[in-house]
């Protein structure tokens, strides 16, 4: 089983301060998560910094990732590695994701530039169900809507900063290895929890 935070900003998203850097020193020295997705808003540049420097390092792993910012509400592609051609609409979208062997999550549906009750109608392959920085209720609301459409439920930090860092994280039955992990998500082999944040940071 292996612990991930699977929505992590840089500062290549614009609206975040987390340094590529820092973000990898903490991941190596956190006592259980080992394992990320970087999720910037429209971008790889950030996901490629991490990537390129927890290279260095055997014992972290990190998920390429975005946050594309969907006419309806924000969509987080994981495994993909280029962003879908542009006009960005959400079923568009996970199509093109689905076709280049990625993943699918509705981050945060109910919060501000989430998908909302369109999430229903949509073809993701999984519901945020715990976002570390959206209210109790909300996420709740997720939790209901991820069973309704019986879709499973990931967790993720959505850090913009230090301090938001490793908040939740996503459990998952699967091997130390990022196609294994992507299709553990599929089917569900995930768990959400909270996390007590370590004292060393
Ligand atoms: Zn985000």
């Given at each position: 089983?292996?612990?991930?935070?699977?929505?992590?900003?840089?500062?290549?998203?614009?609206?975040?301060?987390?340094?590529?850097?820092?973000?990898?020193?903490?991941l190596?020295?956190?006592?259980?998560?080992k394992?990320?997705?970087?999720?910037?808003?429209?971008?790889f540049?950030?996901?490629?910094?991490?990537?390129e420097?927890?290279?260095?390092?055997q014992?972290?792993l990190?998920?390429?990732?975005?946050?594309?910012?969907?006419?309806?509400?924000?969509?987080?592609?994981?495994?993909?590695?280029?962003?879908?051609?542009?006009?960005?609409?959400?079923?568009?979208?996970?199509?093109?994701?689905?076709?280049?062997?990625?993943?699918?999550?509705?981050?945060?549906?109910?919060?501000?530039?989430?998908?909302?009750?369109?999430?229903?109608?949509?073809?993701?392959?999984?519901?945020?169900?715990?976002?570390?920085?959206?209210?109790?209720?909300?996420?709740?609301r997720?939790?209901?809507?991820?069973?309704?459409?019986?879709?499973?439920?990931?967790?993720?930090?959505?850090?913009?900063?230090?301090?938001?860092?490793?908040?939740?994280?996503?459990?998952?039955?699967?091997?130390?290895?990022?196609?294994?992990?992507?299709?553990a998500?599929?089917?569900?082999?995930?768990?959400?929890?909270?996390?007590?944040?370590?004292?060393?940071?």
């Open positions: 089983m292996i612990n991930a935070d699977l929505h992590i900003h840089t500062t290549y998203s614009g609206d975040a301060t987390n340094q590529p850097k820092t973000i990898v020193e903490q190596n020295a956190h006592p259980t998560i394992v990320l997705a970087v999720t910037d808003h429209n971008t540049e950030g996901c490629r910094k991490v990537q420097l927890a290279s260095s390092y014992d972290i990190v998920i390429p990732g975005v946050e594309v910012s969907a006419v309806e509400g924000e969509l987080i592609l994981l495994g993909v590695t280029e962003l879908p051609p542009k006009p960005w609409k959400a079923e568009d979208v996970i199509e093109f994701a689905k076709t280049n062997g990625g993943v699918t999550v509705a981050p945060h549906p109910y919060r501000g530039y989430g998908l909302g009750d369109l999430t229903r109608r949509l073809n993701v392959d999984a519901i945020e169900v715990l976002n570390g920085i959206t209210d109790f209720d909300l996420n709740r997720a939790e209901e809507l991820a069973k309704t459409k019986g879709l499973p439920g990931v967790a993720g930090s959505d850090a913009h900063e230090n301090k938001e860092l490793w908040t939740v994280c996503t459990e998952v039955q699967a091997s130390f290895d990022v196609d294994a992990i992507l299709k998500i599929k089917r569900g082999a995930v768990r959400t929890t909270l996390t007590l944040k370590s004292i060393h940071f």
